[in-house]
């Protein structure tokens, strides 16, 4: 298990022969085929720096580190607005094809996941960019450098990677989606939230689904490789089931829709 912050434990930890970066700088394989294709391009930049850190001295990091590190910050969002951005436009023109929307003028992609992304980017090399510093300013002080060790700090780096732009490319195709079911049924629209209903399927869905029909504003967004649909109902409710729905009196929506 990779921790998730530096202690002084780690300063000591040897290498592990176990620990092969080939595997350490890869995009695990609970993504899709194209998804680990974008993780990838981002694990590549992050394994380049720990490569060339491999073959400095701690004194050289030191001195260098700012630099590495702010030419990894602006390849990194070179990338968000490169091969991420371009892997949710693809997805988002293919739920308009299947729409049969002819083209963007009418309805927008998002893009507020891409933000959330740089944002998530910008602090895991500002971490990594702390540790690195730390790190090495304890062995120029304290040790060798035979048994210095960058390899959990870029394994952390490659978890908030993963997690970063792994789980904000799900959620942005996921927004971009709703965004045409939007448009397509408008806002009013309700959904029911169905799960596949097995024993995998959690507690927290098992509850969405138990909850009235909700417009999509009103939907949290699944799990990242969550199984869970949201399928639009095709009757209308009374006002003051949106009413009730609005102020979360979920029991009385439930009542009303009884009636019906
Ligand atoms: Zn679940």
Redesign the pocket.
């Known amino acids: 298990m990779v921790k998730q912050i530096q202690d002084v434990d780690e300063f000591y930890e040897p290498y592990d022969d176990e620990d092969d970066p080939l595997t350490i700088f890869s995009a695990p394989t609970y993504f899709e085929t194209d998804e680990q294709l974008v993780l990838i391009a981002f694990l590549m930049l992050l394994e380049q720096r720990y490569r060339l850190m491999q073959s400095m001295t701690p004194q050289e990091i030191v001195d260098e580190v700012e630099d590495i590190m702010s030419s990894l910050h602006t390849e990194l969002f070179e990338t968000v607005d490169s091969k991420a951005t371009n892997h949710i436009r693809n997805y988002f023109e293919k739920i308009l094809d299947e729409f049969s929307i002819p083209n963007t003028n009418y309805v927008a992609m998002d893009t507020s996941m891409l933000d959330l992304m740089k944002d998530s980017l910008d602090n895991m090399v500002n971490q990594l960019n702390g540790e690195i510093k730390v790190k090495s300013k304890f062995f120029i002080d304290n040790m060798s450098k035979d048994t210095f060790n960058l390899l959990p700090n870029f394994k952390r780096a490659v978890q908030k990677i993963v997690d970063a732009v792994g789980n904000n490319l799900i959620h942005g195709k996921e927004k971009s989606k709703r965004n045409v079911y939007k448009f397509v049924y408008g806002k009013d629209k309700l959904y029911r939230w169905l799960?596949v209903n097995d024993m995998k399927?959690?507690d927290?869905?098992l509850y969405q689904q138990s909850l009235p029909p909700r417009t999509i504003d009103e939907l949290p967004l699944?799990?990242p490789h969550?199984r869970?649909t949201i399928d639009p109902i095709d009757y209308t409710y009374s006002d003051e089931y949106y009413v009730m729905l609005a102020r979360g009196e979920y029991a009385t929506a439930i009542q009303l829709e009884s009636e019906y």
Do not use: A, I, S, V
Request: proline share 0%; with cysteine; aromatic share 12%.
């Open positions: 799960c399927t959690c927290w869905c699944d799990h969550g869970c």
